[in-house]
């Protein structure tokens, strides 16, 4: 069993700042890739920023400059740091993360129950 738990949504006014945290945890023998995605109202869910587990950022044209990926591959952590945030940050926020859980060969995509961000003024 592999679990993936989001924290530090919230509300912030425009041009505030946000900062969501995923930690994984259960029978995990490594971690490739990490991401955080996004589902605004009435939309399709979107990729926001990827990480490869080399520490390697990707990030989405409407948030790049503005938001930066990290993570600590020993405390199997994902963090999203969200600044000059703006009115269509507004989303459910998923983490991401494709595991190799532990005795298997075939790594699986995982993902969180979301956290709510609200940037309103």
């Known amino acids: 069993q592999v679990q993936l738990v989001e924290s530090g949504g919230g509300s912030v006014q425009p041009g505030g700042s946000l900062r969501l945290s995923c930690t994984a945890s259960g029978s995990i023998g490594d971690i490739r890739n990490m991401a955080w995605y996004r589902r605004a109202p009435g939309k399709q869910r979107e990729l926001v920023a990827t990480i490869t587990n080399t520490g390697l950022p990707n990030y989405a044209q409407s948030v790049t400059g503005r938001f930066t990926i990290s993570r600590d591959n020993a405390k199997r952590t994902v963090d999203l740091e969200m600044n000059k945030m703006d009115l269509a940050d507004t989303a459910v926020y998923y983490c991401?993360?494709?595991?190799?859980?532990?005795?298997?060969?075939?790594?699986?995509?995982?993902w969180g129950q979301g956290t709510q961000v609200i940037v309103s003024s």
């Open positions: 991401y993360a494709l595991i190799l859980r532990t005795g298997t060969t075939t790594p699986i995509p995982s």
